[in-house]
């Protein structure tokens, strides 16, 4: 089984895998890629991704290789590079801009291809979110989302999310940068009232200008429901999408609320790896 989108899964993935994650938080799986090799595939860049990637193999008992992401854009035809790599590999990881290039090694392998980010989607990072909403709201299906950024792999993660899960889902954004069949608004104290949760990623230098009405920042928040939340992408920059007060705010949902990116990653793996069941 393949992870390349949110859209791939149903609910009841979500469940199983959620099923999983809490398994592994409760000390089971231990050593499920004994003697496993998950192949990796990132940028020099990547930080967050790939630490959790790599460190949740480890935990798992299984060995990474890692290749930088330009590996795969050599002239080598990729069915050949899976067809060769299904000798020795039990899973792939890939970061790459073009989805198209998970696809088709998708199509072409023996082994599970999991998404690590492209420039269309970041299935494993809003996963993770979902997850971490899921330990502190009653029903996070049911809370009401703003997302407040461009047209860019977060935002259209999320709404991949909304599409799954049935998420009310609405964008604040500068004119130019809306997301198809979002509700769009251009002025953040609009868009705030009656939300939730609130996510935010970071903006482009160029597209600063065109989002000085969207800064979420303390006084925002104050007017969202009542026990909001913040959820921004890192990395974040105080002072651009968000404020330097609201992050020092009870708001912000904090640096532990990623902590279960690296236990999803891990239950992704396993689920991928069990052909999508328990």
Known sequence: MDFLRLTDLTRNDVRNIFTIADGLENGEYRGFLSRKTVVMFFPASSIRTRVSFEKGVYLLGGQ??????????????????????????????????????????????????????TDINHPCEILSDMY????????????????????????????EAADLMGLDLVQCCGRGYEMEGVPVYYS???????????CTDSLPEKC?????????????????????????????????????????????AGYDAKKYLLTIQQAVIIYTLKGGTL
């Open 64 to 117: 990474t290789i890692l290749f930088p992401t330009e590996t795969l854009d050599k002239k080598e035809d990729l069915r050949d590079v899976c067809g060769y790599l299904g000798n020795w590999a039990d899973a792939v990881i890939v970061r790459h801009k073009d989805i198209g290039v998970l696809e088709k090694m998708a199509e072409h392998s023996p082994f599970p291809v999991i998404n690590a980010m």
């Open 132 to 159: 971490t909403l899921s330990k502190r709201r009653a029903d996070f299906t049911k809370d009401k989302y703003l997302f407040c950024g461009i047209c860019g792999n977060i935002g259209l993660a999320w709404k």
């Open 188 to 198: 953040i104290s609009e868009a705030v009232c009656g939300r939730d949760i609130v």
């Open 208 to 252: 600063l200008a065109d989002f000085r009405n969207c800064q979420v920042t303390k006084a925002v928040m104050d007017m969202a429901n009542e026990g909001a939340l913040l959820v921004p992408c890192p990395p974040f920059f105080r002072g651009e999408e968000v404020s330097v007060d609201v992050i020092d705010s009870g708001y912000f």
